[in-house]
């Protein structure tokens, strides 16, 4: 099954695979318990700008942002780059949570996510816009 394609094309395909389900198991497993989620959070940032309801707002929708992306990177086809910019957008979402939090040492975590993310869309293997729209 796996000799017809090269190493390039397997390598694009189990690490869209891995990302995808990195990001979606990330936000899925938040769902039982979202509510001790979101208010887990509030301690974190009630020194910031955003303590208080916007964090507890950004902590219910997260997950959902997470669990999504992650399903559209799996889904692959047309709609991989589109699920590729959503994780950066959403590592850009939290990376500007956790900086305002005074937490640099998960942003370490944040950035490898959007390399990777990075990666796989400039990849020759992800379908381009003119290709996702057709």
């Known amino acids: 099954m796996f000799l017809k394609y090269s ?29 001790q989620f979101a208010e887990s959070h509030l301690k974190m940032f009630e020194h910031t700008v955003i303590a208080g309801y916007p964090t507890l707002i950004m902590c219910y929708i997260i997950p959902f942002l997470e669990a999504g992306t992650g399903l559209i990177i799996l889904s692959g086809g047309k709609r991989t780059r589109y699920g590729l910019l959503l994780g950066i957008a959403t590592m850009g979402i939290l990376m500007f949570g956790v900086c305002l939090a005074q937490k640099f040492n998960l942003v370490i975590s944040m950035l490898l996510h959007v390399i990777v993310f990075y990666l796989l869309l400039i990849s020759k293997y992800t379908p381009e816009a003119r290709q996702a729209i057709s």
């Open 7 to 35: 190493n390039q094309e397997l390598a694009y395909h189990f690490t869209r695979i891995a990302i995808g389900l990195s990001i979606f198991v990330h936000g899925a497993v938040r769902f039982p318990i979202l509510r």
